[in-house]
């Protein structure tokens, strides 16, 4: 990344900061700007997933788009994948072509069977007790050269410079507080998903999307919908659980 464009990134990466008011709205401008930055880059749509782990415990929390997060959540379902592994070595993953790598057959004819061919998870550095990764996704093979995994490379570090200084000032909230918010409130959207998916008998990407078109028409958060949504089913308010 050359260094105008770094600077540039750092100076909107502050201006997330500035116009978020905790670490859980950060992580959704964040997806939504990193997969804008690479897109812009490469010059073909990247999307971005953001996974949390606290505890050795890892979910989804962030997404460029619906369907980001649906993709990064096939992977927590499997348990294996690239983006799992860059958070276990701490080191950069591509998976350049799901036809033609054998690392993690199950996850790649998922990735394949939903129209993506190539991933690339970075990791973010957040602190002892949590780490973080980006999972960009893109529908064509080869689009992460190695001048492009340079270049997410020195984004996510100024992304993890970010994240970091982001939990550090967060208002209301201590860190611990704000990470677990944002895995619990990513545990409600997934399950009023799947209250969605019963009711319409659809996909999760297609859950998702009268999830966000829902968010949208009410100008309400994703989150406090799909609470609305859990508060409202037959037998009770259903709540999630993590410990601190």
Known sequence: MANYAGDEAARQLQDLIMGTGNVED???????????????????????????????????????????????RIEQSLGDGPCLEA???????????????????????????????????VPLEIGDDAAAVLNFFASGHGV??????????????????ALRLAVRIGTAQSRAEDLKAAMEH???????????????????EEAMAILTKVSSNRNQKLRDVAAELLRNLPGGDVRTHFDA
């Not at 997410?152 to 993890?160: E, N, P, T």
């Open 186 to 204: 990513r545990t409600s959207i997934d399950l009023a998903c799947g209250v969605i998916m019963g009711q319409n008998r659809c996909s999760q």
């Open 87 to 121: 958070l276990r070595i701490k080191s950069v993953v591509l998976l350049a072509d799901v036809d033609t790598d054998r690392r993690w057959p199950d996850y790649q004819r998922q990735l394949a069977a939903n129209g993506c061919r190539s991933t690339l998870g």
């Open 26 to 72: 950060f992580l959704d401008r964040l997806a939504e700007f990193s997969a804008a930055t690479l897109t812009e880059s490469v010059g073909v749509k990247i999307e971005c997933g953001v996974t949390l782990q606290r505890r050795k415990r890892t979910m989804t929390v962030a997404g460029s788009s619906p369907r980001a997060v649906v993709l990064d």
């Open 144 to 161: 992460f050269t190695e001048a492009v995994v340079r270049e997410a490379v020195g984004f996510a570090d100024l992304a993890g410079r």
